[in-house]
């Protein structure tokens, strides 16, 4: 698949933008601050409905407007494998902050926007990922959460129950902890049985999607790292859920006797066995969204009188991690800060093999079997995005990533000056200045 057409009204930086495009290989070249990251960003957020540089949507519109407008042409080639014929998409998203976001599609009538998720694909390389790494859960959880909804986009309306769920509970929990200590408000507990059995029902699917994900990219990101850092040290990918933690504490439950019915079955290693192997977890049954969802109630029934003294949600995935480690230790405040790129290249680069070729072993579980339905490469290879990463990184690894993204079916890349993009990404240039997008000929 590739993006052919690209139209921007008040978006960030522009007031209006007209952007062609071609399948291969695009530099998008310019001074800083001129807007070539406001293109690769609008181009992401039609396949994520997110920002990799903004948690929220605001900053998306342009300063004095109310509302952005993001158009893409997206064409996915015929594929004579599959018997698919050649298929355009027009999608055009209406971003308004503070209102729920609307799209429309091939003209048709305004709908909801995550209607259009899994129309276009991306993979997004930026120098925020080192923060993959080197940052809070919360990229990771994200990072995660968008890969499975790359791959299956019915996720994204789980995932949003999921915060709405949560954000409900949590607000209970806290007048229920004030109430306990005698401060304010009133502790109407009853509810509370209403929102244990809704979040550990979306919480359940959740988890067991991260897991399959987790399971599926494990050895995409051993291999990835392998070709970009020259191969010292092992990088592992596992998931590390609090679920266990709960379980665990509250009854003793020996960490590895769990695995074969927790969500570690899937590779989660829990918190004292941080060097669980991925390969070893892609072959290890995903458990069931069922038993994650009776064990999160478990742990939910158990951890209620913390919960309530603390006033806030103790399990679930919005406290779970991404564990990434190298030789066995974890990367965070151990590896160096050429390694800590590498593995957020290869993190990078597994999604990227992940949505074209899919796991080398379908991660087994009835649970998940709808997970994997779609048929990965069927789907579209994804567009490769680069934002600037190329000056972050030393020779070496720029020519082992140019090498690695070079034969893929679309490329852009965005560098301040031509010379900052590898001879072996030598392809169509668009000069980006003042706002003004102009083909180089
Ligand atoms: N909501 C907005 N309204 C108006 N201008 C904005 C908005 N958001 C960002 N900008 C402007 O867009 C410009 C940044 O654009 P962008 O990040 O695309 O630059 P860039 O060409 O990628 O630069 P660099 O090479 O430094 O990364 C800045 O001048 C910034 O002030």
């Known amino acids: 698949m590739y993006v052919a057409h ?58 004095g ?40 599609v091939n003209g048709g009538a305004p709908g909801r926007a995550r209607d259009v998720l899994g129309l276009l694909r991306t993979v997004l390389f930026a120098p925020e990922d080192l923060a993959l790494v080197k940052g809070d859960p919360d990229g990771r959880r994200r ?16 995932l949003a129950d999921y915060d709405r769920v949560l954000r409900q509970r949590s607000a209970l929990l806290k007048s229920a902890a004030q109430a306990v200590r005698g401060s304010r408000g009133s502790a109407d507990l009853r509810t509370l049985d209403v929102w244990d ?4 029902q979306a919480g359940a699917q959740v988890i067991v999607a991260r897991l399959a994900i987790v399971a599926a990219m494990g050895p995409h990101v051993a291999r990835a790292y392998e070709q970009v850092s ?4 092992a990088a592992v990918v596992t998931y590390r859920s609090t679920l266990d933690a709960a379980l665990e504490e509250s009854d003793g439950r020996d960490a ?3 695995r074969s019915t927790g969500p570690q079955a899937a590779g989660s290693p829990g918190a004292g066995s941080p060097g669980a192997d991925a390969s070893m977890a892609s072959s290890t049954p995903v458990p069931t969204p069922e038993l994650v969802e009776a064990q999160l109630l478990e742990a939910m029934g158990r951890l209620r009188p913390k919960e309530i003294e603390r006033g806030v949600c103790l399990v679930g995935p919005h406290r779970d991690d991404l564990v990434l480690t190298l030789g066995g230790l974890p990367a965070k405040g151990y590896a160096s800060h050429g390694e800590s790129w590498s593995f957020a290249l290869a993190l990078r680069l597994a999604s990227y093999t992940l949505l074209t070729q899919g796991p080398d072993e379908t991660p087994s579980s009835t649970g998940v079997d709808n997970l994997w339905t779609t048929g990965w490469g069927d789907d579209g290879e994804p567009v490769l995005l680069l934002d600037d990463v190329f000056a ?33 990404l030598a392809g169509a240039r668009v000069d980006v200045m003042a706002g003004e997008v102009s083909r180089v000929l």
């Open 65 to 104: 407007a109310s509302r952005a407008v993001v158009r893409t042409r997206i064409v996915r080639e015929a594929d004579a494998a599959t018997g698919a014929s050649e298929r355009t998409s027009l999608v055009e998203i209406e971003v308004t902050p503070g209102k729920a976001n609307r799209a429309r």
């Open 6 to 63: 690209l139209s921007l009204t008040d978006f960030r930086s522009y007031p209006h933008v007209e952007l062609p495009l071609e399948p291969g290989i695009t530099a998008l070249v310019g001074p800083n601050g001129q807007g070539k990251t406001n293109l690769v960003e609008a181009i992401g957020y039609v396949a994520t409905l997110g920002s990799h540089r903004v948690p929220s949507d605001a900053a998306l519109v342009r300063a």
């Open 197 to 200: 059995a809704k979040l550990a």
């Open 143 to 158: 990072f995660l959460d968008e890969l499975a909804v790359l791959v299956t986009p019915r996720l994204a309306g789980v």
């Open 230 to 233: 020259s191969g010292q040290g």
């Open 256 to 258: 590895r006797g769990s």
């Open 392 to 424: 972050e990184l030393d020779t070496k690894r720029r020519n082992r990533l140019a090498d690695l993204v070079a034969p893929a079916r679309q490329v852009i890349i965005t560098a301040a000056v031509a010379g900052d993009v590898p001879e072996q």
